[in-house]
């Protein structure tokens, strides 16, 4: 059963930043893809960013030159490390990830960040 443990997160003031972590266990396949995407009140679920297996990497344009994703294909462990945040970052974060031999997404519980202006 894929299991995925987020970690990190919390209040930082605008202007800050935080690291997340997910780590991902549990798999008998490969895994493919990695990700973040963010939900905050009354708005849908977004894409921060993805990476591949390969370490190709895609961002949001709101994020882009703030936030930088990473993964260690070794522990099957995604980071976001998020830098200048803003107010408009305030979201639940959620961890995502993708296995092509079972086309399957699994995702994590959520952690919450808040920024403060």
């Known amino acids: 059963q894929v299991q995925l443990v987020e970690s990190g997160g919390g209040l930082v003031q605008a202007g800050g930043s935080l690291g997340l972590s997910c780590a991902a266990s549990?798999?008998?396949?490969?895994?493919?893809?990695m990700g973040w995407y963010r939900q905050a009140p009354g708005k849908q679920r977004e894409l921060v960013a993805r990476i591949t297996r390969g370490a190709v990497k895609n961002y949001a344009e709101s994020v882009k030159g703030r936030f930088t994703i990473s993964r260690d294909n070794i522990k099957n462990t995604v980071y976001l490390q998020m830098n200048g945040l803003k107010a408009e970052d305030t979201a639940v974060y959620y961890c995502?990830?993708?296995?092509?031999?079972?086309?399957?997404?699994?995702w994590g519980q959520g952690t919450q960040v808040t920024v403060s202006s």
């Open positions: 549990g798999s008998a396949f490969v895994i493919n893809d």
């Open positions: 995502n990830i993708r296995i092509n031999a079972v086309q399957a997404d699994y």
